[in-house]
């Protein structure tokens, strides 16, 4: 492991810095070293960076860098990087340029030539995945959804058969109209875990099945503040879900009759109703 006194931090240099996320105790030694050396600090909004800068005691000269502006920024920030600087990039919270402003930025400054180096920190995705425990072999960062509900039900369609977990941002104020779309789309026994305000006070990561999800946010409006990062399970391969099928027909068949069955196991798996009918007379047939 290299030590501190042995790193080397170039001029002429563009650092993106990831900082606390909720925890002011997150930030890492190196990010502020960086932050302490370099020669301005381009940020998100300016007021949050000032007031995190001021908890370690520190006072730079900001620049501001937001989503609206981001082009016209990275011209100010090339011409100083010109003059040999060294500048830092972060946003409000969290690793910028992931679903926040920075990679407009980081391109600008890589096609005029310049270092870009990643001091790594907080992520909001990684911190819940590494919380939410399902055991899908890979993730697919979906960031924030569209706003309006017909564009959201299009790319969830699109995501539905998936094998990756889903990796999803959402606000407090659609995080319910979310999750029942969620629950509408993919199969109500599909795991998700909502993960919110992590590493704050009120931090809390919860899993459960999508047909429970609903009724848990709403069971307690606290539930439905704060920021929140959602993680859906991958959809199952198509022999997994023909044996979780078989096994629920083989118990259900136990005490109702083929149709009831069907019916029920459609709406706890998601497969077609007819198709699961014809499943259990296999069933009935083979007993």
């Not at 002429?12 to 997150?26: E, F, R, S």
């Not at 090339?78 to 930025?105: C, F, H, M, Y």
Request: glycine residues 6%; negative net charge; hydrophobic residues 40%.
């Amino acid at each position: 492991m290299e030590s501190l006194s042995h790193q080397h931090y170039p001029d002429a240099t563009l650092y993106v810095i990831g900082t606390p996320i909720g925890n002011a105790g997150d930030i890492s030694l190196r990010a502020l070293h960086i932050l302490e050396i370099t020669d301005a600090v381009a940020c998100e909004d300016t007021r949050v960076t000032k007031n995190l800068l001021g908890l370690y005691g520190l006072d730079k000269e900001l620049i501001s860098a937001h989503q609206h502006n981001e082009r016209e920024a990275a011209e100010k920030l090339i011409a100083r990087l010109q003059r040999g600087e060294r500048i830092a990039l972060v946003s409000d919270a969290g690793t910028p340029a992931i679903s926040d402003p920075g990679a407009k930025i980081v391109d600008s400054v890589r096609n005029a030539g310049f270092n870009v180096i990643p001091v790594p920190g907080p992520s909001a995705a990684i911190t819940a995945l590494s919380a939410g425990g399902l055991i899908d072999e890979s993730f697919l960062f979906i960031g924030f959804l569209p706003a309006k509900t017909a564009q959201r039900q299009t790319v969830l369609r699109k995501l539905k058969d998936s094998p990756a977990t889903l990796v999803i941002y959402e606000a407090p104020h659609r995080i319910r109209d979310t999750v029942r779309t969620l629950a509408d789309i993919f199969e109500p026994s599909r795991t998700v875990v909502i993960a919110r305000e992590l590493t704050k006070l009120f931090e809390e990561i919860h899993r459960c099945p999508l047909s429970e999800a609903i009724p848990w946010l709403e069971e307690n409006r606290n539930r439905q503040k704060g920021e929140f990062v959602l993680l859906v399970q991958g959809a199952p391969s198509r022999e997994d879900d023909e044996s979780q099928a078989r096994h629920i027909l083989s118990v259900l068949l136990d005490e109702l009759p083929a149709g009831t069955a069907a019916g029920l196991t459609a709406k706890i798996t998601g497969i077609r109703k007819n198709r699961l009918y014809d499943m259990a007379l296999e069933l009935k047939k083979t007993d």
